[in-house]
């Protein structure tokens, strides 16, 4: 009901603000080509972290396993957990363990914990990059929510696989199925998926080198300061 009240709002006072400021930055390059035609509007993808790029800490008792990663008081991040518990996960071989990492679970995440044995939900950690580093797998399987995901463009810049619905990989400008990251809608599929990365890791440890390139060229903050730079000069 917030959602249906709120957007409504957003739609006549979005144009607005557009036509009123001198200039517009949006991380998801479709919303800014929508929103052009109102304003002076620039597509500035987020980024990440230099710092991440160097990040080598693993532990071995995570092999075998997959995690998602996001704030988990988020309605599309909850959504798109319920969703892979839903359809996904009985799919999936019942070794391979599911590790929910994120701030605040909502109840209804916390739920599939108590009856799955093989999920885990860490909760807030102060270093998750531990965990999703060790894992064989990153899932995002979002089927909501807006822009970039920047919990995928971290983990592509730790080099891992990361398994993504259409929805979520659409944003991420220059990645290429297949290369930076999988693909997969299909529930059925995707559990397929996540069992051969996990057991047969060897045939998409590529997939991971190439994920961390194309952050480290195109996606980090550095990159992002002369972007914004350049936008801002350029109303002179």
Known sequence: MIYTIESKRLSCY?????????????????????????GNVKWIPNGVNESIFEYNKRDGNYQYSIAFFGAMFYQPNIDAVLWFDKYVLDWVDSKIRFYIIGSKPSKEVCELAKKRSNVIITGFMEDPYLILNSCDVILAPMQNGGGIQNKILETMALGKVNILTTYAAEPIIGGIAGQHFLVEDNPEKMAELVNDVCFSFDKYAMIGKTAKQLILEQYTWTNYKDKLYNAITDLK
């Open 14 to 38: 979005e144009p607005k603000i557009i036509n009123q400021s001198d200039l517009t930055l949006c991380v998801n390059k479709a919303e800014a080509e929508d929103v052009s035609r109102y």
